[in-house]
């Protein structure tokens, strides 16, 4: 028997590990690590596989901006209807229905500044619905996705233990 | 004229031998930095973040002196409270609880409280190499006995029952072990109880320091769990290998009060007390941090599974061990020693592990692999080694 939650946890660590490697770390078989993955494609539980990127170092210019947004919710459609739109175009990378002073935040990447204010100014702000937008963007990366920037990644523990 | 050292040194620390195999961790510290080292026996973890911060804080806020001798209350409640959560056992945070040096302090402090010269301690290998060295200073006498791989490493009650004389003063147990990976369930435990309960004279010695890292059922086992033997065991435990504080320097002892006092007594007069800042940290270590412990010993049984079937692939035999980050393969099939079979991959693989007769006579014909490294290394260590076994058989 396959524990569910711990084959989730390794491969959102490490995606690329293959089911052979998976079947020998949780003790069981490829065919059964396959057969349980598939099942949560299947059920939607896996989405996808992500590489994370460093994109400060390759692509310096990369610009990413964080779009609070104000709606009146639509009869019948709620807050799903603006966000199931906005979430349509590729290059919102994010998009959540938030608590508190305002109602969804999006996560927007492109080339530059100005591609982010075009778009609030352009797609989201003319939306119907929309009330208001407060845009604020990344200035560095920190951490993201679990995993802390500029690690150093040293071991200064001695050659030999007992 | 020269100065006659040789005559100033104290017999029982002469008697006591430097390490055999010193020349090859010369060798491997030389090479350090272009090698695989599976040869470590600390966690490649870091110790948890809010565990580090609880230290800084204390410092911040000025806890930079003495503490009482035995510990902190608060530090010593915190693990009362730990060892009811995770051991089922009540242990008095203010008489029966004390704070060491590092799990090695409470090793030695036992010696010297308890053996008078000539006493016999029983000593079960392959162990930690400190067990047999502190016995020799406190001129106590080990009586070795010998696990062995076919049974899973475990200490037999027969075996604890031959070896006990009326000298014997206490018996020294360390499971999950180092080296071999081995554990006792409580089902083990209970036959070495029985045992015990036919010696009311002797005494134990349990060494926890890997207790969290149990790979069958994640929960530690020990014969403090025994309600009969509550009034002759003493438990060895500490930070350093299940919370990765290895370099804080803290562990604690806890058992009766009439054998902890005199423990107590070496302490006061020779340690003081143990690092102030390291007892604060473990009051979020002890209260906090299981779901951290749960995380890294999950971490190892995956490493775990890689090396054990590394080995197989290899073509080592190796008993499956269920504690600790250790395997202990045999490498006999090789026609090498140990440490012949160890200084060769070295040279020729750049891949470091430890000789199996570091950890006693019978460790000879085996070598101890620590998974405390990351996956990549392992992984890359594993193929390695089986190159390495594939060269020499062809030879």
Redesign the interface.
Known sequence: MIDDL?LL??IENNARLSSE?IA????TTAADVEAEIKRLKDENIILGYNTIINWEKQAPDNCIGMIEVRITPVKNKGYDHIAQILSKYDKVTACYLMSGGFDLMIIYEDRTLRDIATFVTEKIATMEGVLSTTTHFILKKYKANGIIYDNPNT?D?????? | MSFDYDSKISKAVQQVPPSAIRKFFDLANEMKGHVISLSIGEPDFVTPWTIREAAINSIIDGYTHYSPNSGYIDSRVAIADYLKRRYGVSYDAKTEIFITVGGSEGLDLAARALINPGDEVIVVEPCFVAYKATVEFAHGVPVIVETKPENNYKLMPEELEAAITDKTKYVIVGYPNNPTGAIMTLEDWAKIKDVLMRHPEIIVLSDELYCELNYLDGKPASLTQFAELRDRVVMVNGFSKSYAMTGFRVGYLAGPHELIAPMVKIHQYCIMCAPSTSQLAIIEAAMNADDEVKKMRDEYNHRRRVIVQGLKDAGLECFTPYGAFYAFPCIKSTGMTSEEFCEKLLIEKHVAIVPGNAFGKCGEGFVRISYAASLDDIKEAMRLVKEFVEEHKKG
Request: aromatic share 0%; hydrophobic share 55%.
């Open positions: 711990e946890r390794l490697e020998v770390m949780l003790g071991d523990r001695q050659a030999i233990i007992l």
